[in-house]
């Protein structure tokens, strides 16, 4: 069973940087894809970004595009968002997951997603 761990948030003020790392393990860890999500208080979680964990292809919601860069190392299982710019609006748990077996082509779905971890707080100070 894949296992993923979230780290790196924090308080930061906005304009200032983070960046999120998330490591899984598994025996058998080989994701078509991985993603971040974030749910702020009383909203739904939403999508944030993916990445193909071959290829390296990179998708964004239109609300971080520009700003957050998501990337993968491979080597490590490790997939890391570096948030540039933050907002207020940005603050949030931002929770990563694997895609599910047989993947879905909507990759923003949270339904797309399965081995979720426990998130890791984002809070930005305006």
């Known amino acids: 069973q894949v296992q993923v761990a979230e780290s790196g948030g924090g308080l930061v003020r906005a304009g200032g940087s983070l960046?999120?790392?998330?490591?899984?393990?598994?025996?058998?860890?080989?994701?078509?894809?991985?993603?971040?999500?974030?749910?702020?208080?009383?909203?739904?979680r939403?999508?944030?970004?993916?990445?193909?964990?071959?290829s390296g292809s990179t998708y964004y919601a239109n609300s971080v595009k520009g700003r957050f860069t998501i990337s993968r190392d491979n080597t490590k299982n490790t997939v890391?968002?570096?948030?540039?710019?933050?907002?207020?609006e940005d603050t949030a748990v931002y929770y990563c997951a694997t895609s599910r077996s047989p993947p879905s082509i909507v990759l923003s779905f949270s339904s797309a997603y399965a081995n979720w971890g426990q998130g890791t707080q984002v809070t930005v100070s305006s």
Do not use: D, H
Not at 25 to 30: A, E, P, Q
Not at 32 to 44: I, L, N, S, V
Not at 80 to 88: A, D, E
């Open 46 to 54: 939403e999508f944030v970004a993916a990445i193909t964990w071959k």
């Open 19 to 44: 960046r999120l790392s998330c490591a899984a393990s598994g025996r058998t860890f080989s994701p078509e894809y991985m993603g971040w999500f974030r749910q702020a208080p009383g909203k739904e």
């Open 80 to 88: 890391y968002l570096q948030m540039n710019s933050l907002k207020s």
